[in-house]
């Protein structure tokens, strides 16, 4: 054995001995198959059938887990469709409680975008109609419950969107879907010593967001995916309600991004780490022509809450064993053309102040620590305080933390979360916007200090500034999901569709118990 790679083996070994047991135990069995959702497309009357039901799982031995799936146990199939082509969909609900499906990316009138205002109800079927005019891109759906969605995700519904058009059909690409062209959904849950999945809107989510201590990929837990030598194309979704990733390969080999929300680049942009946000996807390449196997991993992130065991170091998501089989040779250069940015002069501008209640703040910092412990806070800087290594707070009260368990129940976090000072109104859209005409909209968290990962819907745009910086390449295409961290973003919107005031379109953190507490607000378009 060569020392380089006796080395590689050790460390690996080394960082797999300090994974929790569940971890450990992944390791010493053999692992499951990627699991690959099938592909759904309308039938010769254009038509396609989604159900929302109810599942089971069996992740622990001899324990049935309760989930949600749509068209089975969790999650849903890949609906392909085609750009130009219209197809009706029927949305059957068989789940206990209502929900909505809402067409995550698609540029669709208000009326179809299945917003928080489309309620299934239990036993009923909800028909839209839709005739997509948007470049090729893999969007998703899943629900939009007011005040639920964040448990209705966590449950697992949810599913990809393959929009297809002529210029992706006919770039030089891995296509075969399940063997070099396949999804990587990924999703953290958190399960209870019954098995069952665990979830709760109370003062901690409603400040930091749910997040679990388990990693599923496609709904596996660290599973193997056998692929040809060559070129491979992952279709990436953090679906996760309030964790951002950080993706790596294990070795270090390139993830070329070809793809980004809204469709394709311009050209591959070559990156060692990609950063995703919640709701956020990406097309990447990556190169498995040498037939070595690697893991494409999850690195830590300085996010609060997101840093405990075993996020706090890298963690395999997936194994992609090359076998034997000679797969796509090349990389395409170049894509497709993006159009130029048009000129911003004399632009509608809209100014969106996300914040956070005081009190959610407090309390929510307060609790996360109570319950967790230092390690949470990610030694991150915050107006409240400043967490560090040495486990000490610099401003922050410990005599108020008492009684946090309880979580003060006088105190109403429903509507602790804010766009412009006010909490999301099912009844009073906040503005109206023309249709086809461009908007610059700047989405700040100044003062906030939390991540925000922001999704308009009815539209892609492009990112101006991000953060208060000029967006990275991979960033630069067409977009529905922007970042928002303690400063400003900048975007370029532009809708082509109406939305109603019985079916306005959203903008929102897609932090889920962000959105569910209020950071969220409804628009009109009109003519």
Not at 353 to 369: F, H, I, R, S
Not at 448 to 464: A, E, K, S, V
Request: proline share 7%; glycine share 10%; net charge negative.
């Amino acid at each position: 054995m060569l020392r380089r790679d006796f080395i590689k083996l050790t460390a690996v070994l080394g960082a797999a001995s300090a994974f929790p047991l569940w971890n450990q135990n992944v390791w010493a069995v053999e692992k499951p198959t990627l699991p690959i959702p099938p592909i759904l497309e309308p039938n010769a009357q254009g038509k396609i059938a989604l159900a929302l039901q109810t599942g089971e799982m069996n992740w622990f031995p001899n324990i049935a887990t309760r989930t949600w799936g749509i068209n089975g146990a969790l999650l849903g199939p890949a609906v392909r469709l085609q750009r130009g082509k219209s197809v009706t969909v029927e949305v059957s609900n068989h789940l206990p409680q209502a929900s909505t499906l809402h067409w995550h990316g698609l540029a669709i009138p208000g009326d179809v975008d299945g917003g928080p205002h489309a309620l299934i109800q239990p036993g009923t079927t909800r028909m839209v109609s839709l005739t997509l005019d948007q470049p090729a891109a893999t969007c998703w759906f899943h629900p939009h419950t007011h005040g639920k969605t964040g448990h209705q995700v966590m449950m697992g519904l949810g599913g990809l969107v393959l929009l297809e058009d002529e210029e992706s059909t006919q770039l030089p690409l891995p296509k075969t879907w399940g063997n070099d062209d396949f999804p990587v959904i990924l999703q953290d849950k958190r399960l209870g010593e019954d098995g069952q999945i665990e979830y709760q809107l109370d003062v901690v989510s409603a400040a930091v967001g749910w997040f679990g201590d388990r990693m599923f990929t496609n709904g596996a837990v660290y599973p193997q995916h056998i692929a040809p030598r060559g070129w491979l194309r992952l279709r990436l979704l953090n679906g996760c309600n309030a964790r951002m990733l950080n993706l790596a390969a294990s070795d270090n080999r390139p993830l070329y991004v070809i793809a980004s929300d809204g469709g394709f680049l311009a050209e591959p942009v070559k990156l060692t780490e990609l950063p995703i946000l919640m709701g956020e996807r990406f097309e990447v390449l990556v190169d498995a022509s040498d037939g070595k196997p690697f893991d494409l991993v999850t690195l830590p992130v300085k996010q609060m809450g997101m840093t405990l065991t075993p996020f706090d170091r890298p963690l395999p998501v997936l194994r992609i064993q090359p076998s034997l089989a000679q797969g796509v040779k090349s990389m395409p250069d170049s894509l497709v053309k993006l159009p130029v940015l048009p000129s911003l002069a004399g632009l509608q501008e809209r100014w969106l102040q996300l914040m956070m209640d005081p009190k959610l703040d407090t309390l929510g910092m307060q609790g996360l620590m109570e319950r967790y412990g230092h390690q949470a806070m990610a030694g991150m800087s915050m107006g409240h305080g400043k967490v560090d290594a040495s486990n000490s707070m610099t401003t922050m009260d410990h005599s108020k933390m008492a009684g946090m368990d309880h979580g003060e129940p006088s105190f109403d976090f429903s509507h602790a979360n804010m766009i412009n000072g006010k909490a999301f109104d099912m009844t009073q859209p906040a503005f109206e916007s023309k249709r086809g005409k461009y908007e610059k909209w700047t989405i700040s968290g100044e003062g906030d200090m939390m991540l925000h990962p922001f999704h308009i819907h009815g539209t892609q745009f492009r990112i101006l500034s991000e953060n208060g910086k000029p967006p990275a390449a991979h960033r630069a295409g067409w977009k529905d999901t922007v970042l928002v961290d303690g400063w400003r973003s900048e975007v370029l919107v532009r809708f082509d569709h109406l939305a109603s005031a019985e079916h306005p379109y959203m903008a929102h953190c897609h932090l889920l118990e962000h959105e569910d507490t209020g950071m969220m607000l409804g628009f009109t378009v009109t003519d």
